[in-house]
């Protein structure tokens, strides 16, 4: 099982944080490759499903979210599957810290065999690395952009 984990500190209250992190509307001002969220897709209770399309490596992909849990201005879980790569877990963790909180991102998945598993374990495990690097500057810049 690979799981690739970053942290970062935000200087906004954790109720803040959460909330726009949490609300789809937000998505395309820090999700990496956002293209659009589709119709019908729902976001802020387990067993909900949202259907997201970005573009990775230049053309636009489906990801399929569903969340397991959800508890308000702590955590969010969710699987993904996404065509041509493995199926995800996600942890997305808000974690107080004094007057700002952190910001914790986890994916895990299990490799595929063969050639696509070396493409699993270094290019995707990279990609997603700086997919967080990407969230937490975007976030970093919108936050601090906010009284």
Excluded: C
Excluded at 100 to 112: A, H, M, Q, S, T
């Amino acid at each position: 099982m690979e799981r690739i984990e970053a942290a970062h500190r935000f200087d906004v209250p954790i109720e803040r944080g959460f909330a726009f992190i949490t609300d789809t509307a937000n998505w395309p001002k820090f999700w990496p490759g956002y293209v659009r969220l589709e119709e019908g897709s729902r976001w802020g209770a387990p067993g909900d499903t949202a259907r997201l399309v970005t573009r990775l490596l230049g053309r636009e992909r489906e990801l399929m979210m569903t969340i397991t849990a959800f508890e308000p201005n702590e955590l969010v879980t969710y699987t993904s599957a996404q065509p041509g790569l493995p199926d995800a877990q996600h942890e997305r963790r808000f974690e107080p810290d004094h007057d700002g909180f952190i910001y914790r991102l986890v994916v895990e998945y299990e490799p595929r065999g063969g050639l696509a598993g070396g493409f699993d374990r270094t290019l995707l495990a990279r990609g997603i690395r700086r997919a967080f690097e990407r969230t937490f500057t975007a976030l970093e810049q919108e936050f601090g952009a906010r009284p």
